[in-house]
């Protein structure tokens, strides 16, 4: 009979409630047995709506009991870090949803608080967006497909206007987000998969709409941007460029991946979802097949769940490149602010 571990959902947002909830009681021997969202109201309807027992009125009552053996963290970024730490020091396994904290320092304090208990497994919800398609480009990489990597180009850009009317959304909020721009972190997450991660980087970055207005009517100030370009020296010898845009009003091209070697190019297509590659001599770009055993899924909270009892090992997403990943994009909210490069390993 497989483990029996209880689980505590702090946090139950559109992610926890479609992934997370249905995914972890799939799972032979696992009980969500309690809950606390940001109101008892919304936490008496997930309760509800999942058969979760347990309501709590904050989310340290939840952390300290001794009912659960491990926390599953949904909150906006801001609450990821005291969650965590409180988790850890409390005996409890710990999944948190992206990004990993708001900035480099609280990062590097989960970080190191895991650490101090080994025993205690510690997982980051990963970037899914790339997931089909990663070991393949791993693979690709590895055997020398692309030679000499010379040079990244990532683009991620919005093809509608510019909207001044829409909501506040959490992600406008630094106070909640923390450093991020768009979907700068994920796409960052996915390179560190193939070509290992940014050692520097030089920004510029560009408000474009500086207040938005709360439920309530209330203006608010903006200062997270809505348009980013990034070069970055990577720790493999390319340069990299990449742009994130929520302003390109008909863009042609979305989002996709380009990774250019001395032999070969490979490029991904978001949107198509197609990787295709060439090598030294083709004439062009074919789409390139992607074989069972090494198309990837969505399996986080399966991997999650075997790593508690002993059966793997946490493989998306350590710690210890969550760090990483806050270290760039908070790299680059200072390089944008200063002017200058700034060195990523530097940060926090």
């Known amino acids: 009979m497989a483990l029996a571990i209880r689980i505590g959902i702090v946090g139950a947002g559109d992610n926890t409630r479609v992934r997370h909830i249905p995914g972890l009681q799939a799972q032979e021997g696992v009980e969500v047995v309690s809950v606390c969202n940001r109101s008892r109201e919304s936490s008496q309807r997930v309760a509800k709506a999942f058969g979760i027992p347990v309501i709590h009125d904050n989310w340290r009552e ?27 020091e409390a005996g409890k396994h710990v999944m948190t949803e992206a990004r990993m904290a708001m900035d480099a320092g609280q990062a590097r304090l989960m970080l190191e608080e895991s650490q101090a208990n080994p ?6 919800v990963p970037s899914p967006i790339t997931l089909r398609v990663d070991g393949m480009i791993r693979k ?70 500086t207040r938005r207005g709360t439920p309530e009517g ?67 770009l074919a789409p390139i097949a992607i074989p069972a055993e090494l198309e990837g899924s969505w399996r986080v909270e399966e991997e999650f769940i075997n790593a508690i009892r002993g059966e793997e090992k946490i493989s998306h997403t350590s710690f ?10 908070e790299a680059v909210t200072r390089s944008a602010r200063s002017g200058v490069s700034v060195s990523v390993q530097d940060v926090g």
């Open 62 to 88: 939840l952390v300290a009991s001794d009912g659960i053996d491990a926390v599953v963290i949904g909150t906006w970024p801001y609450l990821h870090c005291p969650i965590t730490l409180a988790a850890l």
């Open 119 to 124: 025993h205690l497994v510690t997982q980051i």
């Open 140 to 209: 690709l990489v590895a055997e020398g497909y692309l030679g000499d990597i010379l040079a990244v180009d990532v683009t991620n850009n919005a093809n509608s206007f510019v909207d001044r009317s829409g909501p506040l959304h959490w992600r406008h909020d630094r106070d909640l987000s923390g450093f991020n721009i768009l979907a700068m972190g994920i796409w960052y997450e996915a390179l560190m998969r193939w070509v290992g991660e940014a050692v520097e980087v030089m920004a510029m970055t560009q408000v474009n709409v």
């Open 218 to 284: 209330v203006l608010q100030t903006i200062t997270i941007p809505d348009h980013v370009d990034i070069l970055a020296k990577m720790a493999c010898g390319a340069q990299a460029r990449m742009q994130f845009s929520a302003v390109t009003g008909l863009a042609a091209s979305i989002s996709r991946a380009w990774l250019f070697g001395s032999e070969g190019t490979l490029c991904y297509d978001l949107d198509a979802d197609e990787l295709s590659g060439g090598k030294r001599g083709d004439s062009d």
């Open 320 to 329: 210890e490149d969550g760090l990483k990943y806050m270290q760039f994009t």
